[in-house]
């Protein structure tokens, strides 16, 4: 759900809105692309069970890893940070794509 455009400006997906402590014509385009990521997958989710699985998901990893790997490891944020950079795939994107990727997808970029 968070995604840092620089380590000073947090966004934030919350359905229909997306957040940004960046002012507007400033948000970077991996950030609003990871960012209609998260609210395609709250449309997915009928909106609130998205973020009931969300914080649940956190919760499960947290018990293994620090917060920011934890965090990094809910399957919502890995399909957001595995595709962010690719600019078709939001027109490409199949939809319930979290379920798919394996589970080492998306953790490796930043
Ligand atoms: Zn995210």
Same mark, same amino acid.
């Given at each position: 759900m968070l995604s840092l455009g620089s380590r000073r400006h947090h966004t934030m997906a919350l359905w229909p809105f997306i957040i940004t402590s960046l002012p507007k014509n400033q948000i970077p385009a991996r950030v609003k692309r990871h960012e209609i990521i998260h609210l395609r997958q709250q449309i997915e989710m009928l909106i609130l069970p998205f973020y009931l699985w969300y914080g649940l998901e956190y919760l499960w990893h947290r018990l293994r890893h620090d917060s920011y790997t934890a965090? #990094?490891?809910?399957s919502f944020e890995r399909e957001a940070w595995a595709n962010d950079r690719r600019c078709g795939y939001l027109r490409r #994107?199949?939809?319930w794509n979290w379920i798919w990727l394996r589970y080492d997808e998306g953790l490796q970029t930043d």
């Open positions: 965090y #990094r490891m809910i #994107r199949k939809p």
